[in-house]
C-alpha cells in the first residue's frame, strides 16, 4: 500500500471515529445513598434530594465548582449600609425547561411558598430574618405579606427584619430556587413527575424509575447551557454501599457518594486514583424524643452520651477518616473552632462509671433496666455503627432494641416524632455555624428532639446582631455549649466526603461543601 494511500486511509478511519465518538452522548452515572423523598426544592431541605434538585434548578445564586459563591440567574447584587435590604438583578433571556418566561415574579411567588405554613417547607426557620416571614408562619399575616417584592421583571428585593450576616449564603441554597407556578397550580403534587417537572438548571427530568434511576437530559434553556459538557445525567439510588461498591468496579457508575468502611485498605491499595476524602460540613448523630420519656429525664439522656465511645467508632470501626463528634458544629466550618461536652476530658471507663450513676439516679438499675428502641436507615455502615453502640450501652445496663427501616420511613418517624432514639444525619446549608446550631431553636421545625431553650434562642438572636465576627462566633460557641450540656442529641462523628470518582471524570474538585454539580462535570 503506498504511504500516502495509508496515510489517507488512516485519516480517513480517524475521521469516521471521530464522528462516532461525536454521536455518541456524554452520560455521566452518579450514585445516590437513597430514593430522593422528593425533587421539590422547597421541600428538598435536608435530604439526599439536594444533589439531584441542584441539577434541576438554579437560584440567584449558585455554587461553583469548589463550592463557593457564584452568580446564578442573578448577574449583580447590591447590599444596603444597615445590612437589611438585598438587590438582585437578573439576567436578561431568562426561560424556565418549557419555553416560558422567567422573571422577578416567579422569585416572588417561590419565596412565599417556601413560608406559607400550607407548604410545610422544613427551610422555614433559616428565613425568618425576611420581613414578616415569622407573622407569616405563625399563621398571624397572609403570605403576600413577605418581604420579597419585585419592582420590575428583572429586580428582585429583599427586606430584613434584622441584620443577617450569612444571608448570602442563604440565597445561594439552590434548594429555594424559583419553581414554576404554572405548573404547579396545574398539576398539584404531580409537577414533579417526568413529563410535567419544569425547570431552569442544567438538566431536566425525562425518566424516572423508583428504586433504580432518575434520567436527567442536558436542558437548552439554561442560562449558561453552553458551557455544560454533559448531555444526561442518570442518578441510581442504592442504599446498600456494597452494592454501588460493585457497580463503581464493574464500570456501571462513575461516581459513589460512600463506599463500605471495611473496603477502606483495598480500596486505598487498588483504587487510589479514584478515593477522594475530604472533611464536610456534617454530622452523624442520634437523636432523643426529649417530649417522651425515659428521654424527658436529662439524667437518661446524659447517659446514654457518656456510655459511647465515639473514639472507638471512629477510629477503630469504621477508619475512613471521620472525626469522633464530642460536639455538633463540624469543625470544617471556617474559622469556629468549636465546642466539646465537658465529658470529654474524662476517661472512658470513668465516663461509663458516671452514666450507671446517673440511670441508678433516675431510678433504673439490674432490677429495673433501661430499655430503649432505636431505629436506623438501612445501610451496612449504619447497622454497624448502631450494633456498637448497642453493646456500649449494654455495658451500662441498658437493653437496646435496634429495627432498621427505609430511609423513606425513618425521614417519616422522625418527622413525626414517632421514635424513641433515632439515628440522622445533618449537612450544612451554608458554611456558618448558625447554620447548624438553628435547628434547635424553639420555632424550627427541624427541631426534631422538640428540646426548647429560651435563653438558647436569644443568643442565637444575638450573635446576628454584633458586627465583630469573633464576638459573634463567641455568642453561638455559647449557644452550642448550653444545648450540649442538656445533651437533646448525641453527636457521633463528623462527616468527611468518602467518595469514588472514576478518573475519567473531568472538572472533579475536592471541597468542604459538598461534590462538584453535574454541569461542572464531563468524561475524558
Not at 1 to 8: I, Y
Request: proline share 8%; charged share 20%; aromatic share 10%.
Amino acid at each position: 500500500m503506498p504511504p500516502r494511500f495509508a496515510q489517507a486511509l488512516g485519516a480517513c478511519i480517524a475521521l469516521v471515529w471521530s464522528l462516532v465518538a461525536a454521536g455518541q452522548p456524554m452520560v455521566l452515572n452518579r450514585g445516590s445513598a437513597a430514593e430522593p423523598p422528593t425533587l421539590d426544592p422547597t421541600l428538598g431541605a435536608g435530604s439526599l434530594a439536594a444533589p439531584i434538585i441542584a441539577d434541576l434548578f438554579s437560584g440567584l445564586l449558585d455554587r461553583g465548582p469548589d463550592g463557593t459563591l457564584v452568580p446564578g440567574v442573578a448577574e449583580s447584587w447590591t447590599v444596603s449600609e444597615d445590612g437589611r435590604t438585598y438587590t438582585f438583578v437578573l439576567r436578561e433571556g431568562l426561560r424556565w425547561s418549557d419555553g416560558r418566561e422567567l422573571t422577578a415574579d416567579d422569585f416572588v411567588y417561590s419565596y412565599r411558598r417556601l413560608l406559607d405554613p400550607a407548604t410545610a417547607s422544613r427551610l422555614v426557620g433559616l428565613f425568618t430574618p425576611i420581613r414578616n416571614a415569622r407573622a407569616i408562619t405563625a399563621r398571624q399575616q397572609p403570605p403576600d405579606s413577605l418581604g420579597v417584592g419585585a419592582p420590575d421583571d428583572r429586580t428582585v428585593v429583599f427586606e430584613l427584619e434584622q441584620r443577617t450576616p450569612y444571608f448570602l449564603e442563604l440565597v445561594g441554597n439552590v434548594r429555594v430556587a424559583p419553581v414554576p407556578r404554572h405548573v404547579i397550580e396545574a398539576e398539584g403534587r404531580a409537577w414533579t413527575r417526568p413529563g410535567k417537572m419544569v425547570g431552569n438548571g442544567a438538566f431536566v427530568l425525562s425518566a424516572r424509575v423508583p428504586q433504580s434511576y432518575l434520567r436527567l437530559d442536558k436542558n437548552p434553556r439554561y442560562h449558561d447551557a453552553q458551557a455544560v459538557r454533559l448531555d444526561q445525567v442518570v442518578w441510581h439510588p442504592t442504599q446498600n454501599l456494597a452494592t454501588s461498591f460493585k457497580r463503581f468496579r464493574a464500570g456501571e457508575l462513575d461516581i459513589v457518594l460512600n463506599f463500605p468502611p471495611a473496603e477502606i485498605d483495598w480500596i486505598r491499595e487498588n483504587l487510589g486514583d479514584s478515593l477522594h476524602i475530604t472533611a464536610n460540613l456534617g454530622v452523624y448523630f442520634l437523636v432523643l424524643n426529649t417530649g417522651e420519656p425515659p428521654f424527658d429525664d436529662l439524667r437518661v439522656r446524659q447517659a446514654l452520651s457518656l456510655a459511647v465511645d465515639r473514639d472507638a467508632i471512629a477510629n477503630r470501626l469504621l477508619r475512613t477518616g471521620v472525626r469522633p463528634a464530642y460536639g455538633f458544629v463540624t469543625p470544617a466550618i471556617t474559622d469556629y473552632d468549636g465546642v466539646e461536652i465537658p465529658e470529654r476530658q474524662l476517661e472512658f471507663p470513668a465516663r461509663q462509671a458516671r452514666a450507671r450513676e446517673l440511670l441508678a439516679a433516675a431510678g433504673y438499675g439490674p432490677g429495673k433496666p433501661l430499655e430503649v428502641s432505636l431505629i436506623y436507615d438501612t445501610n451496612e455502615e449504619n447497622r454497624k455503627v448502631m450494633v456498637a453502640i448497642a453493646a456500649m450501652w449494654q455495658a451500662i445496663g441498658v437493653r437496646t432494641a435496634i429495627t432498621d427501616v427505609e430511609f423513606r420511613m425513618l425521614n417519616r418517624q422522625i418527622r413525626t416524632r414517632d421514635y424513641g432514639v433515632a439515628r440522622w444525619f445533618y449537612i450544612a446549608s451554608f458554611d456558618d455555624p448558625y447554620a447548624m446550631l438553628q435547628l434547635f431553636t424553639s420555632n424550627n421545625p427541624n427541631n426534631w428532639p422538640n428540646w426548647r431553650s429560651a435563653e438558647f434562642d436569644e443568643l442565637l438572636a444575638a450573635s446576628n446582631q454584633v458586627m465583630d465576627r469573633a464576638e459573634r462566633l463567641a455568642l453561638l460557641a455559647d449557644a452550642e455549649r448550653l444545648m450540649l450540656s442538656q445533651h437533646p442529641v448525641l453527636p457521633i462523628s463528623f462527616y468527611v466526603g468518602r467518595r469514588l470518582v472514576s478518573p475519567r471524570v473531568g472538572g472533579w474538585i475536592d471541597s468542604p461543601r459538598g461534590p462538584p454539580l453535574s454541569r461542572y462535570l464531563w468524561l475524558e
